[in-house]
């Protein structure tokens, strides 16, 4: 589990999350969404760890803050919002460089490779691929980090910010459903997402933040509706009911504009 209560974070001395309560259980994959600069991806680096915080969070029982970093490393990895590769790395070896933090673990780079659609780039030159390209490689990188999605210390746990952003529809679906699948093998999955609909289809629970508070958390059926969606995004949200399926999902732009 992860657990976390009154987390408050100023950056710059400007206070930037207002005592936020949040849990995340394994086995599901848990999606934050808000609009811009509500304050997403500092929630998620507080609750990974990387950001100091005010409050109390704990992940699988240990305090995130205080945690020596190569524990924190074998617990949970970190896909960023953007990751900057400064040197002519080749594909294999950024994603290589999840084994160094992951302490001997047992996924094969080329086998993670292979998981994001990037078999037989190892060789590339990283910096001369394309953005979506790149997205995928460094999650390759996170997943070669943990390994198993369970491990002597429980779930292991990947917080994701925005992992499909820069990708394509089909690129989207197959990322969506590999981290799905981590989940449903026990692992824990935190993942920004501006895509409604992939949240609708994806997560079991959802975090809907605005104005650096989270302004509803649980299922996110229950989460994600007409009025709060309108409110946290301010313009005029409308949901359907896919026939198949029964999910919730967003309808064409014409539905969406302003009368
Ligand atoms: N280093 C910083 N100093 C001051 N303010 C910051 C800093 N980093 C972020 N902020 C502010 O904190 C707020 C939340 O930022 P955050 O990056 O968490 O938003 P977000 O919800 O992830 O947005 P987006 O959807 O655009 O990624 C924003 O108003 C941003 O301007
Ligand atoms: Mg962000």
Redesign the pocket.
């Known amino acids: 589990m992860l657990i976390a209560r009154n987390v408050s974070v100023s ?2 001395r ?1 206070p ?1 999350l207002h005592g936020v309560d949040f849990t995340a259980r394994p086995g599901e994959v848990t999606a934050i969404v ?10 998620l680096r507080a609750l990974s760890g990387d950001l100091h915080f005010s409050g109390e969070a704990r992940l699988n029982g240990q305090p995130v803050d205080g945690t020596p970093p190569w524990k924190m490393a074998a617990l949970r990895a970190v896909l960023a ?1 953007a990751t900057q590769v400064g040197f002519p790395f080749t594909v294999l070896e950024v994603v290589r460089l999840g084994l160094t933090a992951s302490a001997g673990r047992e996924t094969d780079p080329r086998a993670a490779l292979a998981r994001v659609g990037l078999a037989g780039y190892e060789a590339r030159l990283f910096p001369e691929l394309s953005g979506g390209e790149q997205a995928r490689v460094h999650l390759a990188r996170v997943l070669v980090q943990l390994g198993a999605a369970t491990g002597p210390d429980g779930p292991r746990w990947l917080f994701l ?2 992992p499909v952003a820069a990708l394509d529809i089909g690129h989207q679906l197959q990322v969506m459903q590999l981290v799905h699948d981590f989940a449903r093998q026990g692992g824990g999955v935190i993942a ?1 997402m ?1 895509d409604l609909n992939l949240t609708a289809q994806f997560a079991a629970s959802t975090a809907l ?1 605005a104005g ?1 508070r989270l302004v509803g958390q649980g299922p996110t059926e229950t989460v994600l509706t007409d009025d709060a969606l309108s409110s946290a995004y301010r313009c005029p949200i409308r949901l359907n009911r896919a026939p198949e399926n029964g999910r919730w999902f967003l309808p064409q732009m014409a539905g969406l504009l302003p009368v």
């Open positions: 950056l710059s400007r930037v808000g609009p811009n600069g509500s304050g997403k991806t500092t929630l919002q910010d925005e920004v501006h933040m650096g």
